[in-house]
C-alpha cells in the first residue's frame, strides 16, 4: 500500500485480488443502502408533482422557476438515513425563484416573509393530498407516504461570475431570517461531478480490472464493469464514509446531533480524491485508504479565545459560505475525531481480514464492524447467488472463480458524544 507520507502506518503493497475484492464488497455494500430504480422513481414522480404546484401557487406569482434536486440525489451519494426503523429516503430540493424575486423579498423581512409563503403553499398541499409537514429554520419537510422526507429550500437566482460555477449562483435566507446569504447547491453539484471524473491513477489497473470481472462473472445480477465502477469512485467512497457515521451514531441518543453532517464529509472527501485519485496507488483500497487517513487535515481550525476551535471549509462556489459551519459544536467536533479514528480501526480490521485471506468469520465481522449488519446480509445474498450462478456455469463446463461467502456476526455498538467508544 502506498500510504501518504504524512500519515504512513509503514509501507504495504496491496495485491489486485485484495483490489477487486474490496471494489467488490465497496460495490455490494453501497447498492444496499441507495435507493431502487422504483423507489428513485416514486422519490422524483413526488416531489416533481410538488414542484409543478409550487410554480403555479398563488403565493409566488409566477417567480418560481424551477423546482429540483440537490444534493446526494444529485451526486449519486444518496444512502438510506441514520435511523434503521426508517423505509423512506430523504432528499434535499431547491425552489429556485427568477432573480426578480428579490424585489419583493430582498427588503426588511423578506426572508421571512419568503420561508412563510414556501410554508402557506406546501401545507396546501400537504393537506389535499394527506402528507405530514414540517416548517425548519430556512426549510420546509414535507413527509410522503412510505417514510419519504423531502426538504424544500428557496433560493433567489443572483449570478456572480467571479466564482467558479458562478452563473448559479443564488441566495438563500439566514437561519435568523433577516438577510440573504450566498449559496450556490447547483455549482456545488456541478463542482463534485468535475471531481469525479478526474481518473485514479492504479499501478496495479489491469491486474485489478482482470480479478473484478473474475468477481462478477458469476453473478446472477452481475455488477457493473470495472470501467463503470472507476469512473464513479468518488461517489462509492462517499457513500461508505456516509454509511459508516449512520452505522456508529445509530445507537446514540440524539445521534443526528453528534454525527458530522453529510456536506461536511462529502466536500472532505472531495477535496482528498482531487488531491489523491491523480497520484500513483496500488488500486481502490489503497487510495481510499489514503482518502481516509487525509480527511482531518483538510480544513481549518481556528482556536477560539475561551478555548475550543472554529472549524471553518470554505465553499468554492458561493461567497464566505462555510461549509464546516454546521461542525462548530464541541459534540459534533468530538464526534467526527473519535468517528474518524474509528473509521481508521474499522478499514484496518477489514483490509487484514483481506489481504490475509483470514476466511468468513474474519470478513463478515469486519464488514459488520464497520457497515452495519444491513451491509453483512447484502454481502451474504450475493455471494448466495453467486455459488448458485457457479454452480449452474460448472454444470455447464465453465470455469469460474471462487465466490468469497461471508457469515453474520452480532451487531457491534459504538457510542459517542462523551461516552466510551
Known amino acids: 500500500m502506498n500510504r501518504d507520507p504524512i500519515f504512513s502506518h509503514g509501507v504495504r503493497s496491496v495485491t489486485a485480488e485484495a483490489s477487486a475484492r474490496f471494489t467488490y464488497l465497496a460495490e455490494v455494500i453501497a447498492r444496499a443502502f441507495e435507493p431502487t430504480s422504483t423507489q428513485l422513481h416514486d422519490l422524483e414522480r413526488a416531489y416533481n408533482a410538488t414542484g409543478e404546484y409550487l410554480i403555479e401557487s398563488p403565493e409566488f406569482d409566477g417567480l418560481v422557476a424551477q423546482v429540483h434536486a440537490q444534493g446526494s440525489r444529485q451526486m449519486g451519494t444518496i444512502v438510506r438515513p441514520m435511523d ?40 396546501r398541499y400537504a393537506d389535499r393530498h394527506g402528507l405530514g409537514i414540517e416548517r425548519w429554520e430556512r426549510c420546509v419537510t414535507l413527509i410522503y407516504a412510505g417514510g419519504m422526507r423531502a426538504d424544500f429550500a428557496p433560493v433567489i437566482d443572483d449570478p456572480s461570475y467571479i466564482l467558479p460555477e458562478g452563473e448559479h449562483h443564488a441566495r438563500i435566507p439566514d437561519r435568523d431570517l433577516k438577510r440573504f446569504l450566498s449559496t450556490n447547491p447547483k455549482g456545488y453539484c456541478s463542482g463534485f461531478d468535475t471531481a469525479a471524473r478526474v481518473a485514479p491513477v492504479f499501478r496495479l489497473s489491469e491486474a485489478v480490472t482482470a480479478k473484478f470481472a473474475q468477481d462478477r462473472k458469476a453473478d446472477i445480477e452481475p455488477l457493473p464493469e470495472a470501467a463503470e465502477v472507476f469512473a464513479r469512485l468518488l461517489s462509492r467512497f462517499v457513500q461508505l464514509g456516509k454509511v459508516h457515521r449512520n452505522m456508529s451514531f445509530a445507537d446514540v441518543k440524539s445521534g443526528s446531533d453528534f454525527a458530522p453532517t453529510s456536506v461536511f464529509l462529502t466536500s472532505l472527501f472531495t477535496k482528498a480524491y482531487v488531491a489523491l485519485a491523480p497520484r500513483p496507488h496500488d488500486g481502490p483500497l489503497d487510495l481510499f485508504f489514503n482518502i481516509v487517513e487525509r480527511l482531518p487535515t483538510l480544513f481549518q481550525r481556528e482556536p477560539l479565545a475561551h478555548g475550543g476551535e472554529r472549524w471553518v471549509l470554505l465553499n468554492p462556489y458561493a461567497h464566505s459560505d462555510n ?42 465481522q469486519a464488514v459488520e464492524k464497520a457497515f452495519g449488519p444491513r451491509a453483512t446480509q447484502a454481502v451474504l445474498e450475493r455471494n448466495a447467488r453467486r455459488r448458485e450462478g457457479n454452480r449452474v456455469l460448472n454444470h455447464a463446463g465453465f470455469v469460474v472463480a471462487s465466490s468469497m461467502p461471508v457469515v453474520t456476526s452480532a451487531r457491534a455498538h459504538t457510542y459517542f458524544g462523551g461516552q466510551s467508544a
Do not use: C, P
Open 84 to 123: 434503521a426503523a426508517r423505509e423512506g429516503f430523504d432528499i434535499d430540493l431547491v425552489v429556485r425563484l427568477f432573480k426578480s424575486a428579490m424585489t419583493r423579498y430582498g427588503g426588511a423581512g423578506g426572508a421571512a416573509l419568503l420561508l412563510n409563503h414556501l410554508h402557506v403553499a406546501l401545507k
Open 323 to 364: 461549509l464546516a459551519a454546521s461542525m462548530n459544536t464541541r459534540e459534533r467536533q468530538q464526534g467526527f475525531v473519535q468517528w474518524h479514528k474509528k473509521l481508521v480501526t474499522d478499514l484496518e480490521r477489514l483490509l487484514t481480514a483481506i489481504e490475509r485471506s483470514q476466511g468468513l468469520d474474519a470478513v463478515s
